[in-house]
């Protein structure tokens, strides 16, 4: 990640695109909804966005025609839900190839599917259940995040197995050999990720408990609750 531009066999580039497309319009909906139904989410969607483009423009050049690094995609999708991070994931991916050439238009669609769709959906996923389950809010962030991260890698490496296969074992060999390259490499930054994220997350609870609430990510009892009188206080 970032699949270079034209390292993908056209055949391939167009089948990713049309696999991502699907999740990118109704992300757009999505966006669109929260927008005009809660136009003070604006600052945090532009700040989500924003955290996005920064972490995964840190690219640290590896083998094969991509590149290592974060993702950032796991804060929004927690705040916002992953529909979401798929528009502000591929806006990211269109910036970056366009003016970083990071990336590239004809590998957009791959890019998009593997960084702007399984990833927030991966770390999503992961969130929610630790939640479910009673988990800190801050290990499933970090939990999320890290999963988002790490999935994003796993796919890139199913991605390059499939358009270039071993030419002894075929697929299983090329994943093998694509994913020791990418996921297993990823683990470390997969980790700094989520640990950055909880950084912001706890910032976000100190400043916008108002906002995480009626996103759903603070129960209200926990957000709203007033401190306790002291003992003896006669209540007004």
Request: overall charge positive.
């Amino acid at each position: 990640m970032h699949i270079a531009e034209g390292f993908l066999p056209p055949a391939h580039a167009v089948a990713w695109g049309v696999a991502s497309a699907p999740f990118v319009v109704h992300g757009a909906r999505s966006l669109i909804r929260e927008v005009r139904e809660h136009p003070e989410s604006t600052l945090l969607l532009g700040a989500s966005g924003a955290f996005t483009f920064v972490l995964s423009a840190l690219k640290l050049p590896s083998v094969t025609g991509s590149c290592s690094h974060p993702t950032g995609t796991g804060l929004g999708a927690i705040l916002f839900r992953p529909p979401v991070m798929a528009v502000l994931g591929t806006i990211t991916l269109l910036f970056q190839a366009l003016l970083l050439a990071h990336g590239g238009l004809t590998t957009l669609g791959a890019n998009v599917f593997s960084m702007a769709v399984v990833g927030p959906w991966a770390g999503y996923g992961v969130y929610r259940v630790l939640r479910r389950s009673g988990a800190p809010l801050m290990a499933a962030v970090f939990c999320g995040a890290f999963a988002a991260d790490l999935s994003t890698y796993c796919v890139t490496s199913v991605q390059l197995a499939l358009a270039f296969p071993d030419p002894g074992s075929g697929f299983p060999g090329g994943l093998a050999k694509f994913g020791s390259i990418f996921a297993v490499t990823q683990i470390p930054l997969a980790v700094s990720e989520g640990l950055l994220t909880v950084l912001v997350m706890r910032m976000l609870v100190r400043s916008s408990k108002g906002e995480l609430t009626r996103l759903g990510v603070l129960a209200a009892s926990v957000a709203g609750r007033k401190p306790a009188e002291p003992a003896g206080t006669v209540a007004r």
